[in-house]
């Protein structure tokens, strides 16, 4: 039997095979006709190189993979470009986080001078408004990636930086993380359905300061059990804030996370936690959400960190898809999350990341 040219419009009678995929041993199929007719198949044709199926833009990895529940990953589209004027962090070209590796953990960095406090208040108003943005344009149909898109430009046209890109090799702006998703879904192709829920997460990275929050919002009309779920998440997030001021355990948090949580019936995330942010996107302290935790450290003025609770309606383990991003409850039951950015001033709290008369309001 003749192998035919697989290049999408051509059908001639294939004469070669993609030297990288001989090379590789992948795509036993991926035959062309013509030098030519590969070359200008080359774009896509590339992506399996990198484990990406053309055919539907899935990744391989999930070839037999057992899901957890109903969700499936849409296609992804290519990495972002971000114009060279703007500041970038350090694992923007590489990925390596290299300030993050060499930070000493026992140290977490005091934000006192007011030009810092100010270069952090700017920063976080670009992060709300961007995900105001984002909120605005969730409804059914409209697609993950129209959203990371929308909130790309508009980071960008505060001449700032969308800190997910390229950190540890995430290749979108945002996350945004569907019913079972607990944390770290990567935008893709595939549009949002009335009764979904969607956490969209949004970090910015301007004037050498990142800052981090993220909310969970409905698709149209949602079940009951979803309400409960996003409005029980959404209070412990609330009551947390109020315990901070100077001289708090950061292992208090957790404490009061779950005064509210465990009456509800509801699950408390424990591999994911709240973090110094700042200079660095991810630092000291290390801010559990669930009690009794092991956390050190006391709360002291000039302290910027966040808090970002992740609630699951059934159990509280996760699991990992093969994109090696995907954090899914183990059970495939709904999960959701509330994020701020918090400044420890004099006698309190700063939510550096607040609500503004502008945001769209939430159903809680
Ligand atoms: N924004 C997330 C957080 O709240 C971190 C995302 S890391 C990424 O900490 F690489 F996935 F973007
Ligand atoms: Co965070």
């Known amino acids: 039997m003749d192998i035919n040219c697989c290049a999408p419009t051509c059908q001639k009678p294939a004469k070669m095979r993609c030297p990288i995929c001989i090379k590789n041993g992948i795509m036993p199929n991926s035959h062309y006709c013509s030098q030519e007719c590969f070359a200008s198949f080359f774009s896509v044709h590339k992506l399996v190189h990198n484990g990406i199926s053309p055919s539907n833009g899935v990744s391989s990895k999930f070839n037999n993979f057992k899901f957890t529940g109903p969700l499936r990953p849409g296609v992804v589209s290519p990495m972002a470009k971000v114009p060279d004027h703007i500041k970038k962090p350090d694992y923007a070209v590489s990925g390596i ?24 208040r700017a920063v976080a108003l670009i992060g709300r408004k961007a995900l105001d943005l984002g909120h605005s344009l969730v409804k059914p149909g409209v697609t993950t990636d129209a959203i990371n898109n929308a909130i790309h430009d508009f980071i960008i046209s505060q001449d700032a930086y969308p800190s997910p890109l390229n950190y540890r090799g995430f290749m979108k702006s945002i996350c945004s993380s569907v ?53 029980a998440t959404y209070k412990s997030l609330e009551e947390a804030i109020k315990i901070c001021k100077p001289g708090v355990m950061y292992r208090r948090v957790g404490d009061r996370i779950g005064e509210v949580i465990t009456p509800e019936g509801f699950s408390i995330v424990r591999t994911y936690c709240g973090h110094g942010v700042g200079q660095l996107f991810h630092g000291p302290p290390n801010v559990s959400h669930y009690p009794r935790s092991k956390d050190v450290g006391i709360m002291q003025k000039g302290h ?26 183990k059970d495939g039951k709904r999960s959701a999350q509330f994020e701020h950015t918090l400044l420890i001033t004099d006698d309190g709290v700063e939510v550096l990341t607040k609500r503004l008369e502008s945001s769209p309001p939430l159903s809680l």
């Open 97 to 120: 986080p290299v300030s993050e590796r060499n930070w000493d953990e026992s140290v977490i960095p005091k934000f006192e001078s007011e030009d810092d406090l100010k270069k952090l």
């Open 179 to 231: 019913n079972e998703v607990i944390c770290h879904g990567i935008p893709d192709s595939r549009p949002l359905e009335e009764g979904d829920i969607v956490n969209i997460d949004v970090s910015v990275f301007k004037d050498g300061f990142h800052t981090d929050l993220n909310e969970t919002f409905p698709v149209g009309k949602i079940d009951a059990e979803s309400q409960r779920l996003i409005s």
């Open 304 to 329: 910027v960190f966040t808090i970002e609770p992740m609630i699951n309606a059934g159990v509280f383990s996760d699991l990992t898809w093969p994109d090696e991003w995907t954090s899914v409850t």
